[in-house]
């Protein structure tokens, strides 16, 4: 079973759904060449796809092209159905920083064929991701930046206020159709920047100032 750690303390939570959130940036939706979603655009991973600080991601055999994408992630406190979006804080147990690891060779030929994304987005190490930042701490989720760097250097820097849909109304869209539980993590989706990486690179990833996580990209043997 997966878990996820509350910083500075002791709690394990084990992991339930890893709900993501596609083309939630302008930019990023115009460099994938992809139309602006008039509701968010859902996948998910399984929990097996964790990993943690310090860990390797492990690029399958069945992909010549990864990319990293840096996003929040909202961690879920307890069980809510059709939460409304003023009540969503309520549900909300923290946020940390991850990477929606994605095979983008796998992906477009999903995407080509109409097929899933759950090969291109949910293999195994396809989620790392830091230690919960309790709600509290932070005062505004809208307010952060996100950094993703790749052997040192910026690949990726982006506010989180440029999300398309608020975490707010996220949680009101994704409860209508989920249920959301004690330890569901939600992939808020990314800002522009992503860009292949390779075996022996060193991805670095950010809420600037609050935490960061450190991961080695390895070729699956
Ligand atoms: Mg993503």
């Known amino acids: 079973m997966k878990h996820i750690k509350i910083k500075n303390t002791n709690d394990l939570i084990p992991v339930g759904k890893i709900i993501c959130i596609g083309r939630n940036y302008l930019e990023h939706a115009a460099e994938m060449k992809a139309e602006v979603p008039e509701s968010p655009v859902i996948f998910l991973k399984p929990s097996t796809a964790l990993v943690y600080d310090g860990d390797k991601i492990i690029i399958p055999k069945i992909s010549n092209n990864m990319h990293h994408e840096v996003e929040l992630v909202v961690a879920i406190n307890e069980e ?25 060779d796998v992906q477009s030929e999903a995407k080509k064929k109409g097929l899933p994304w759950s090969i291109a987005k949910g293999f195994d190490t396809s989620a790392p991701i830091s230690d919960i930042i309790s709600a509290n701490e932070i005062k505004n989720p809208h307010n952060l930046e996100l950094i993703c760097k790749v052997n040192g250097e910026i690949r990726q ?50 809420i600037y100032g609050i935490i960061k996580i450190k991961n080695f990209v390895v070729a699956e043997i």
Do not use: C
């Not at 809510?80 to 983008?104: P, Q, S, V, W």
């Not at 820097?157 to 939600?186: A, Q, V």
């Not at 992939?187 to 992503?194: D, H, I, M």
């Open 80 to 104: 809510g159905k059709n939460i409304k979006a003023e009540d969503a804080e309520k549900f909300i147990l923290g946020y940390a920083i991850g990477l929606d690891m994605t095979l983008r």
């Open 157 to 206: 820097k982006g506010s989180t206020g440029k999300m398309i849909f608020k975490i707010d109304k996220l949680i009101e869209y994704i409860s209508t159709i989920f249920t959301l539980e004690r330890g569901d993590l939600i992939f808020t989706g990314t800002p522009e920047g992503v860009s292949q990486i390779h075996p022996g690179d060193i991805i670095e990833s950010e």
